[in-house]
T-cell receptor
């Protein structure tokens, strides 16, 4: 059975800390891996990764995929309170996304 | 360019009633996906539609649930004879070319009492 597992389930940090969120997967017919940020409303797209070892970067966020070991990480440096959200990892399989349960990040001032 | 629009945002139904959830995709998008998010769980794929066609409904419960995306108008997710276990957030996403980099709506939170 296909599965996407995220860890940790939740994380509490102070502003300025750096965090690493993990996503491992076992999905047949893998096409890509995506990261979303969800703040009590619509998940908003962060990154799409298709190739191993190529880091994608957007401001303080970056992500990388390892297709051999079947995992991805999402890094957030110099965290801010506005980064507080649930971060979702999803694997594209065919015409659908298979989501993990998310990592809840809380950033305190 | 408005995003994906879902309505209503919140819907309360009594057990046994019908729930109709609407989704208007982004302009120019002809691919629509429905996902369900149960409390403390990740989003689960339900159905993928293009205009007038159901492409993949492998995630839809076999009974009481149906979806359509007519030539004109929004996509509709219909749940007949709702039960408490149907309480969840239902998200719609759209994309222009059927790839996963889809844009999500704000969701409809269904509560069955």
């Amino acid at each position: 059975e296909d599965k996407v597992v995220q860890s940790p389930l939740s994380l509490v940090v102070h502003e300025g800390d750096t965090v690493t969120l993990n996503c491992s997967y076992e999905v047949t017919n893998f096409r890509s891996l995506l990261w979303y940020k969800q703040e009590k409303k619509a998940p908003t797209f962060l990154f799409m990764l298709t190739s191993s070892g190529i880091e994608k970067k957007s401001g303080r966020l970056s992500s990388i995929l390892d297709k051999k070991e079947l995992f991805s990480i999402l890094n957030i440096t110099a965290t801010q309170t506005g980064d507080s959200a649930v971060y979702l990892c999803a694997v594209e399989k065919g015409d659908k996304l298979i989501f993990g349960t998310g990592t809840r990040l809380q950033v305190f001032p | 360019n408005a995003g994906v629009m879902q309505n209503p945002r919140h819907l309360v139904r009594r057990r046994g009633q019908e729930a109709r959830l609407r989704c208007s995709p982004m302009k120019g998008h002809s691919h629509v996906y429905w996902y369900r998010q149960l409390p403390e769980e990740g989003l689960k794929f339900m159905v993928y539609l293009q205009k007038e066609n159901i492409i993949d409904e492998s995630g839809m419960p076999k009974e009481r649930f149906s979806a359509e995306f007519p030539k004109e108008g929004p996509s509709i997710l219909r749940i007949q004879q709702v039960v408490r276990g149907d309480s969840a957030a239902y998200f719609c996403a759209s994309s222009p070319q059927g790839r996963a980099e889809a844009f999500f709506g704000q969701g409809t939170r269904l509560t069955v009492v």
